[in-house]
């Protein structure tokens, strides 16, 4: 099945009021599982890698500090990959870079072969931003690959998208952006949040996306809304890491109103942190289950040494080689490798299932 760019996915999404999962991941097993996932479910898949993500894939183990060439290789190993299951495989699949940073990660994404970019232009003032996303436009519209683009700025903890307060997208502004840069989709700030640690007292501006998408069709503007930090924070999950010596806190968007959003026209809803926090419940019961697997493991150690933290990068570091090119399993690897696709699957199935995506894959085109 195609190997498709998202302005296909997400059209079908807006038309039909329902939404797509879009997944990040920092291994390859990782996009595998989501497509595994995506086909059970005989629907479509997105999966995307942020910069740093793309620094580990290409073997920088402090992916913060990643260079150009590290993300290059990234990249290029991802791609290849996704492409080659891509081919075998009877779903709709597009690889998208998360919260570019500049017109050259972009570039070098598109040049590897993902087929959807996100240039994140929110920090900068309007008209550097609008320049920025046009000129990203130009270059990825000529590859047939589509590009988001990003309004307002959402608070949150994670890594580059630090921000202190969130700053709401202006319906009328986001008219103007897409007129200007051409986008073919729209990262607003509306109430979501990046990370765990979300509130306890959501209250996402629903009227926003009402306003933005109304805005669209008087305008005849062919987008569509994205939302950013939509993890869910399943307190199942978050009750299982500490009951196994955690110390995780954090609460997530309330389903129901992304629930009431999705109708409203959000086409695309980004998933990173419920990920992370699977994979370390994963982790941890595992250690747990045969404590003698705990003795002499680097893994084990790492996770234990941040009982507040859930990145598994960091606790997986020791093996990152193996887990960026498929290669040189040991015994333990052979146990892990399968838990971090089991919580991959948990994440996708239950997004997908709650966002309306099931079964959209035949109708994709
Ligand atoms: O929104 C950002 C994503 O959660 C990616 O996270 O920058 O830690 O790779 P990362
Ligand atoms: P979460 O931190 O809520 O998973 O958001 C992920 C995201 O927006 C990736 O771009
Ligand atoms: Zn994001």
């Not at 329902?18 to 991941?25: L, R």
């Not at 996704?82 to 870079?97: D, M, N």
């Amino acid at each position: 099945m195609p190997y498709i760019s998202s302005k296909q996915i997400l059209t079908y999404a807006r038309d039909h009021k329902i939404a797509h999962g879009a997944f990040n991941v920092n291994a390859l097993c990782q996009a595998k599982a989501i497509i595994e996932a995506c086909e059970e479910l005989r629907c479509a898949a997105i999966i995307q890698v942020a910069e740093p993500g793309l620094a580990y894939i290409g073997g920088r183990a402090d992916f913060l500090n990643g260079t150009m060439e590290e993300k290059k290789l990234g990249a290029k190993r991802i791609a290849k990959y996704v492409k080659a299951l891509a081919e075998k495989s009877p779903i709709p699949i597009c690889l998208h870079l998360d919260h570019g940073r500049s017109f050259e990660s972009c570039k070098a994404v598109i040049d590897a072969g993902f087929n959807s970019v996100m240039i994140d232009g929110s920090a900068l003032p309007y008209e550097e931003n609008v320049k920025l996303t046009a000129k990203v436009v130009k270059y990825a519209h000529k590859r047939g690959v589509q590009v988001e683009g990003e309004l307002g700025v959402l608070a949150g903890v994670e890594d580059h998208v630090f921000a202190a307060s969130s700053t709401y997208t202006n319906p009328m502004t986001a008219i103007d952006f897409f007129k200007r840069t051409g986008v073919d989709s729209l990262a607003i700030s509306y109430g979501t949040k990046h990370g765990a640690v979300k509130g306890d007292n959501v209250k996402l501006r629903k009227e926003i996306v009402i306003a933005t998408m109304e805005n669209m069709l008087h305008e005849n503007i062919d987008g569509a809304i994205v939302s950013h930090g939509s993890s869910l924070v399943p307190q199942y999950i978050v009750n299982e890491i500490n009951a196994l010596g955690g110390q995780v806190k954090g609460h997530g968007i309330p389903l129901e109103q992304l629930k009431e959003v999705i109708p409203a026209g959000v086409s695309k809803i980004n998933m990173d942190t419920d990920i992370r926090l699977a994979t370390t419940r994963n982790l941890l019961e595992y250690y747990e289950a045969d404590k003698s697997r705990q003795e002499g493991s680097k893994v084990y150690k790492l996770l234990k040494e941040k009982p507040d933290s859930f990145e598994y990068r960091y606790y997986l570091k020791e093996y990152i080689n193996e887990l960026e090119t498929n290669k040189g399993f040991n015994d333990e690897l052979k146990a892990i490798v399968p838990l971090m696709e089991k919580a991959v699957k948990e994440i996708v199935l239950t997004a997908s299932v709650e966002f309306g995506s099931v079964g959209d894959a035949p109708y994709i085109k």
